[in-house]
């Protein structure tokens, strides 16, 4: 019997880093990132996201693209840029210059220098696999009901739908970077989704099995925002299969999406709120 799943998630994103493999390719670009310290951010998640800003802009010089994404924006960059970020740059060697705090007012402010190695993976082909829509939604014994605002506890179920014949993988990403894999899991396995058919987890089946998803909001915080990443890919591949489940990084996915051809996956990111 599967036991019930409760998701503790939280946005906070990071670009990739990967160990430098060759010199074909690559930029030394210094950028600096900013964070401001709001009601509901801890020091470590202000610190993280400024690190990340520098990340992303050195991306966004190297690949002369600006990486930005869909919906949700809570005092932290759009997750989407991370993701994004997969199929037009990566960063495979960086140093920080410089991690210091500074007052503006009644404001403070986590200030982040890199110097960043950044490889461009602009020219890859694009994928033709689309998914045409996903929501995360509140479960309900009618038909679930989409909402961006959900309550502390609530039941939740996620819905994608693709336009070509391929595998869907769901993950949770939390504020301090760490990642668990939802979907295919040791229980349920990856089956090929047609355009005809909705991909919902869990359906009736696995609930009836005993599997349910539910949102919960960290204890430090009164509300946080809530990312899921769900990734469409047209070949039957594993992902983080040689990493320990509480161990798995931001990192680790995105180096694994990166060496994907870009032809093959594309990616959706849906975004919510958790109040208590």
């Known amino acids: 019997m599967i036991k019930k799943v409760s998701l503790f998630i939280c946005l906070c994103a990071f670009i990739p880093v990967l160990v430098e493999a060759g010199q074909d390719n690559i930029q030394v670009i210094e950028k600096e990132g900013e964070a401001v310290l709001g009601e509901d951010m801890t020091q470590a998640q202000a610190k993280a996201l400024a690190l990340n800003n520098a990340r992303r802009a ?8 600006i ?3 869909s919906s949700v924006v809570y005092n932290f960059q759009l997750i989407s840029d991370l993701v994004a970020s997969a199929t037009r740059g990566v960063i495979v060697k960086e140093e920080i210059l410089l991690d210091d705090i500074k007052k503006e007012g009644k404001q403070i402010i986590y200030v982040t220098k890199i110097r960043a190695h950044v490889k461009s993976l ?11 829509n996903a929501s995360v939604n509140r479960y309900s014994s009618s038909p679930a ?22 595998y869907i993988h769901l993950f949770n990403v939390s504020q301090d970077g760490m ?5 295919p899991n040791e229980y349920f396995k990856a089956e090929t989704i047609i355009p005809e058919n909705d991909f919902i987890f869990p359906d009736e089946k696995q609930r009836n099995l005993g599997l349910k998803l ?4 960290p204890k430090s915080l009164s509300r946080a925002i809530e990312t899921m990443l769900i ?37 959706k990111i849906v975004g919510y709120e958790v109040r208590k």
């Open 58 to 65: 050195a991306i966004e010089q190297a690949s002369g693209v």
């Open 67 to 69: 990486v930005h994404g």
């Open 122 to 132: 602009e020219g890859r082909e694009k994928s033709t696999l689309k998914i045409l």
């Open 145 to 166: 009901s989409t909402a961006i605002v959900f309550q502390d506890n609530d039941e939740i179920q996620i819905k994608a739908k693709v336009n070509s014949d391929s």
């Open 179 to 183: 990642v668990t894999k939802l979907y």
């Open 214 to 217: 539910k949102v919960r909001a």
């Open 231 to 267: 990734v469409a890919i047209k070949e039957k591949i594993g992902f983080l299969s040689d990493k320990k489940a509480d161990e798995v990084t931001i990192t680790d996915l995105m180096k694994e999406l990166s060496e994907i051809e870009a032809s093959l996956w594309t990616e």
